[in-house]
């Protein structure tokens, strides 16, 4: 390739003139395509002298190795050749050897893509060349062995059991030679060392991230590693070596170094060597754990101690992640009698001098709030939790399990801190410093607040004179951040008991005011705390006769700033006062329409402009904006529902949300599909009808079934069966409708690669659904059906052990028999399946145990016993006693059936959320007391149930959604949702007149001579439980007059 020419084109789309960009644009990505680019790139890329030229042909180079190295097997054309891979391959070590740090990042990214998917199998000397590199004599070719040995290392990071066993290999020949290097460059100070030693260190934690592997646990192996990670972390890296700047201190390579080394030394205790969280689980690192325990994580403690002591002496600058690593170290000390002993005669000192000072707010907090409060909301409010939190947030965390963990030695030396500093502010009330001190004070109580009103709390009935003395007061004060805080604890202590009417006057009163205080942070702690407050019966009557104007705050709010808890407000308010709001539902329907579209038009764009450097999209920023407006869509969700009585406001609704529908279809936003079709479910159900609105998206739901939402049919599967539900209609005079249908079913059957056995069972039931209620409009379809039916029956693997998958598609081909049994035996005879269904039909009447599969095949052999003889095959018409004998058995198990129906959508209705089971854990119970003596180690059974939950979730939804179908949920269970005209008929009724009607008839009424004593008794009895149901039905007419 001309690797001058390439050149002129990367220079070419940094043009100025837009017009020269975009034809160098499309030269490009056409040059892409051909042999040799990979190599020519990347001889731009190490061309001197270093320009943007070089940067931008780098940043393009990881793109194209990111997405065409290994690629889906429907865009084969743009994979890069085998043959260009082996040179590409020997070439990039010594590019990033010699390339400069502007575009070394970019070559390591390269390299990472290639270890991924190339080590060990199409890259066997890789390892050999890291082991060269890093005993080379030349710094800079030992540079290049750390990275690539971190790169291998970080390839595992995430993997378990055999898939990670080549890192064995790994850790066996290269972590010696990495420890001997790390000690041999710790008493340097200069960034070529340290940046060398953090690579080593970073390795060693990705190796350790998911499992510690034997020759890792070895007590040799851990003394040396322990060791130098201690050494680094007491290394001295002078202060005036360092940035002003304290994020550039940060990433300086020596504190890189340190911040790794704790980490490694927080991952060793906090995964493998507590022996509080040890359990059956893990039994391989039982022993480590125990020894680990007792031998070295006292000693990290200590080490720890020593460090936070001369950073509490200000003679030691620590930076935001070593401060969080100390700290999560602390907290999981708590919790083991060796670390405990250690950590228990600090706790005074910790507390007042560790925890206290990172909660208070800093100067830079202060002007925050004043000056760029969205960001102080996001910082102390609306707080994003990832893998590095604040230092204040562990800080909180700390406190809390001590509190928790050792209540009995360490809570009233908490409270009495605490209420020192509120009190040392009653005499300094317009001092800003002593209000800083109140307001940390109170972050502090208000994290402890299901502690202090935890059952049997000694001091739950104190917190109410606590408020009036201490919180009331701050609502007027000049400090700002003092009534968001006050906010915040009304909020955490909502379920604390006011007994005066007046507080709970006042709490309404001025929490409603800060809706419209000057600062914004203000306005929003005010409004979650409604939420909670909202559920106090007198609160809940104030606000039913303000809920507008608080709506519109609201959303005013959530148009300022995306939070998804201030959507959570919304949706609340929308559900309880849905009566109020009605008069102002449409206009709130439209403003959160207006804001979603926002919302979604700033996630595209985002994700279109930096498209072209992937490492480059802030996806903290962009989640944000997606839960938001998930919210948004769950919001009208609830709206619509809460709307269901007024069917003309709920069609208004529809028609100002139709964009927000169309968007997420068209632009593919498959993370929001549950909500979405959740809302078009809503909007139908709630009208009981198909609008023009929905039947205009019809077209464009099909298409993005076929495309992008192939994998979510059990969620569009509410949607499509309301289509026909309540536009039946509707179908009957557009065969393109029936069509789309018809085309949804094939999709699911022809794409097993797709498609699991679960959506075959479902798909079944849309074909039931489509029968019933079209009946006289599919005739064309009806040979169709069965044929799937039979197909799948006779030639699908095991389908006879998947005993709800074989009840629905026996039902298919009964339900064919219900709409036309003339259609129906024609089919099956021309199969040559007429007795071989009947067989399995009547050999799974044991199988149909919901209600909906006995009123069906009641219903069916009916329609075939009030056929004439000659319409009927004659392949089961020496069955036909068969049929009735079935029939009978059938009608004796459905009164029982119908009963448990109806108490499974009792139980259904009234069900809370399905975790609600696991709300009982109250880790503020007073009676929860896990210590021994207050000094032992703590078994953390409370976290460890919840991992234990956590992982039997898993495990069931692995079991449901398991793609090799090798686990099949075998029960069926009844489907208390699930509409169905058979709903609407009174079985008993209709038996018997079918069976009146069957004496009528000659041929017939010698069939009934065949029941026996306890099958007729079983006739008599249906027919007088019809008379007394329209008996009943009767009277209940009567009292409606």
């Known amino acids: 390739m001309d690797v001058h020419g390439l050149h002129s084109c990367f220079a070419s789309t940094l043009d100025a003139n837009p017009n020269n960009r975009r034809e160098a644009e499309l030269q490009l990505n056409q040059a892409s395509k051909a042999p040799g680019f990979i190599s020519a790139c990347l001889d731009i890329v190490l061309a001197q002298p270093l320009g943007t030229v070089q940067v931008s042909a780098a940043v393009y180079l990881k793109n194209k190795i990111v997405r065409n190295w290994e690629i889906e097997e429907y865009d084969r054309l743009n994979l890069i050749p085998e043959e260009e891979k082996a040179v590409f391959r020997e070439r990039i070590i ?153 994020e550039d201190r940060e990433a300086t390579p020596w504190w890189k170094a340190k911040k790794w080394a704790y980490r490694c030394l927080n991952r060793l205790f906090v995964k493998y060597g507590n022996s509080s969280s040890a359990n059956d689980s893990t039994p391989e690192y039982k022993d480590f754990s125990k020894a680990f325990g007792t031998n ?43 670390t405990w002993d250690i950590l228990k005669p600090n706790v005074e000192s910790l507390v007042s001098h560790v925890v206290f000072p990172l909660i208070r707010l800093t100067d830079e907090d202060l002007d ?20 590095s939190p604040l230092p204040d947030v562990s800080a909180t965390n700390f406190l809390v399990t001590l509190a928790e963990k050792r209540r009995r030695f360490t809570f009233n030396t908490i409270l009495s801190f605490i209420n020192s500093v509120v009190v040392a502010h009653q005499n300094n009330l317009n001092d800003e410093k002593s209000a800083r001190q109140k307001e940390g004070a109170l972050r502090m109580i208000g994290s402890l607040s299901h502690i202090i009103l935890g059952k049997k709390s000694p001091v739950a009935n104190m917190m109410e004179q606590f408020f009036v003395a201490y ?38 009163t001025n929490v409603t005011s800060c809706l419209n205080d000057k600062y914004l942070p203000v306005q929003i702690e005010a409004a979650l705390a409604l939420q909670p407050l909202s559920r106090l ?61 926002r919302l979604l038009g700033e996630m595209i764009e985002k994700s279109n402009t930096e498209a072209d450097n992937i490492d480059s999209v802030d996806f903290g920023d962009y989640d944000e904006k997606s839960i938001t407006a998930t919210g948004i869509l769950t919001t009208l969700s609830t709206l619509l529902l809460s709307l269901d009585h007024s069917p003309e406001i709920v069609a208004q609704i529809e028609h100002a949300i139709l964009p927000v529908i169309s968007a997420v279809l068209e632009h593919e936003q498959t993370e929001m599909y549950d909500d979405i079709f959740e809302l ?110 039979i197909g799948r029956l006779t030639s699908e693997k095991d389908v006879a052990d998947r005993k709800q998958y074989l009840v629905n598609l026996i039902n298919v081909t009964v339900n064919c028999i219900y709409y036309n049994p003339v ?110 003596d207050g000094e032992g180690d703590i078994n953390d059974a409370e976290n460890q149930e919840y991992v234990d939950f956590l992982a039997k979730e898993a495990s069931r939804l692995e079991k449901k959604y398991d793609e090799d179908e090798d686990e099949y949920d075998d029960d069926i269970d009844e489907e208390p949702m699930y509409d169905s005209p058979l709903d609407k008929v009174n079985i008993f009724v209709v038996a018997r007149d079918y069976f009146t009607g069957l004496q009528q008839v000659q041929a017939r009424h010698a069939l009934l001579g065949e029941l026996n004593g306890d099958e007729r008794s079983i006739v008599d009895s249906v027919i007088q439980q019809a008379f007394r149901e329209e008996q009943q039905l009767q009277q209940q007419a009567q009292q409606q007059e």
């Open 94 to 246: 010594p590019s990033i050897i010699a390339s400069s740090p502007q575009t070394r990042t970019h070559l390591i990214s390269i390299l990472q893509r290639i270890i991924i998917y190339d080590f060990p199998e199409r890259w066997p000397n890789f390892l050999d060349i890291t082991i060269q590199l890093l005993q080379s004599n030349d710094v800079q070719h030992v540079y290049a062995g750390a990275i690539c040995l971190n790169e291998i290392a970080k390839s595992y990071k995430w993997r378990h059991s055999d898939t990670r066993r080549p890192l064995d290999r790994v850790i066996e020949v290269a972590f010696p030679l990495a420890i001997q290097i790390s000690n041999s460059l710790l008493q340097e100070q200069n960034s070529n060392a340290g940046e060398i030693v953090h690579l080593l260190i970073k390795a060693y934690r990705s190796a350790i991230n998911m499992e510690l592997s034997p020759r890792l646990q070895d007590q040799a192996n851990i003394v040396a590693w322990g060791t130098l990670f201690l050494q680094v972390v007491a290394k001295d890296v002078p202060l005036n070596t360092l940035p002003e700047d304290e």
């Open 296 to 338: 070295f994580a006292p000693e990290i403690l200590k080490a720890y101690l020593h460090q936070i002591q001369l950073w509490v002496g200000q003679n030691l600058w620590l930076s935001n992640p070593v401060l969080n690593c100390i700290l999560e170290y602390f907290e999981q000390a708590v919790t083991i009698k060796s």
């Open 368 to 387: 925050l709030f004043e000056n760029e409060p969205i960001e102080y909301i996001h910082k102390r409010i609306d707080i994003y939790f990832d893998d």
């Open 471 to 508: 919180i009331f007061p701050d609502f007027q004060s000049q400090f700002g951040f003092l009534r968001v805080r006050a906010c915040e604890l009304l909020n955490r202590f909502s379920d604390a008991e006011f007994k005066d009417p007046n507080n709970i006057s006042f709490i309404y």
């Open 537 to 597: 019966d007198s609160i809940k009557n104030a606000l039913s006769n303000n809920i507008q104007p608080v709506m519109e705050k609201l959303m005013s709010l959530s148009k300022q700033i995306d939070m998804d808890s201030l959507i959570g407000v919304m949706e609340e308010f929308v559900d309880v006062f849905s009566q109020q709001l009605a008069p102002f539902a449409v206009q709130l329907a439209e403003e959160l329409r207006d804001q979603f579209l």
């Open 680 to 789: 078009i479910d809503s909007s139908s159900y709630c009208l009981k009808k198909i609008t023009p609105n929905l039947w205009s998206i019809l077209g464009l739901l099909h298409k993005t079934f076929k495309t992008s939402a192939i994998d979510f049919f059990q969620e569009i599967l509410p949607v499509v069966e309301n289509y026909v539900y309540y536009g039946a209609d509707d179908f009957k005079t557009n065969p393109e409708y029936v069509r789309i249908f018809i085309d949804i079913v094939n999709t699911v059957f022809v794409s097993d690669d797709r498609m699991s056995v679960v959506d075959r069972t479902d798909v079944c039931r849309l074909i039931q659904t489509l029968l019933l209620n079209l009946r006289g409009s599919l005739d064309e379809y009806v040979q169709y059906f069965i044929n799937i039916s």
């Open 823 to 932: 259609l129906a035996f024609r089919t099956l005879e021309e199969l040559g399946k007429t007795a071989y269904f009947f067989n399995l039909w009547f050999t799974n009447i044991e199988n149909l145990s919901r209600v909906h599969d006995k009123k069906l095949s009641v219903i069916a052999i009916f329609s075939i016993l009030s056929l004439p003889d000659d319409h009927i095959p004659q392949s089961i018409q020496p069955g036909l006693s068969q049929l009735l004998h079935g029939l009978v058995s059938i009608l004796k198990t459905l009164p029982d059936a119908i009963q448990k129906r109806e108490q499974l959508t009792k139980e259904f209705e009234s069900d809370g959320n399905y975790y609600d089971s696991y709300d009982s854990l109250n880790t503020g119970d007073w009676d929860d007391e896990e210590e021994v």
